[in-house]
C-alpha cells in the first residue's frame, strides 16, 4: 500500500512586505475569494473562515448585479407571501360570513396553512381591524 505524502502550500505568492488587509478580495489577492474553500488550491494560508466570508461578499455582489437582469425565485418570496395573505385574508372573510366564531377560524387556518396559533390570531385581528 502506497503512502500518501501531502505536498505543502509554499508561500512563494504571497509578497510578506505587504500588508495583507489592502488587497484581500481584491483582483490583486492571489488566494482569497479565488478558490473553493474545498478545492486543493486553497491550502495557501489556512485561514478558510476569512475566505469563505470574502468570497460569500464576492458572490452576494455578483448576485445583485445579475438580478438587476435576471429574477430568481427567492426574490419572489414577497409575492408569494402577499398570496398567501390574500389567501388567508379571504378564508377569515368567508368564516366570518358563514357564523364562524375565532375558535373555529383559528383552528382552520392552523390545518389549512400550517399556521401556530399566536399567528392565527394575529391574521384574525389584523383583519378585524381593517374591517372597523
Not at 20 to 30: A, F, K, M, R, S
Not at 38 to 63: F, M, P, Y
Not at 69 to 86: F, W
Amino acid at each position: 500500500m502506497e503512502r500518501i505524502i501531502k505536498k505543502e502550500a509554499s508561500m512563494k505568492d504571497f509578497d510578506m512586505s505587504k500588508p495583507i488587509i489592502e488587497v484581500l478580495g481584491t483582483e490583486d489577492d492571489p488566494c482569497f475569494g479565488h478558490h473553493l474553500v474545498t478545492d486543493s488550491s486553497c491550502k495557501k494560508c489556512g485561514d478558510s473562515e476569512l475566505c469563505a466570508v470574502i468570497t460569500a461578499q464576492k458572490q452576494s455582489t455578483e448576485r445583485k448585479k445579475l438580478s438587476k437582469d435576471n429574477t430568481y425565485r427567492d426574490d419572489e418570496e414577497e409575492v408569494i407571501m402577499k398570496e398567501r395573505d390574500k389567501k388567508i385574508n379571504k378564508t377569515i372573510r368567508v368564516g366570518v360570513k358563514m357564523g364562524n366564531n375565532d375558535k373555529k377560524l383559528i383552528k382552520k387556518l392552523k390545518s389549512r396553512y400550517n399556521l401556530s396559533e399566536t399567528e392565527s390570531i394575529k391574521y384574525i385581528k389584523k383583519w378585524k381591524e381593517t374591517q372597523n
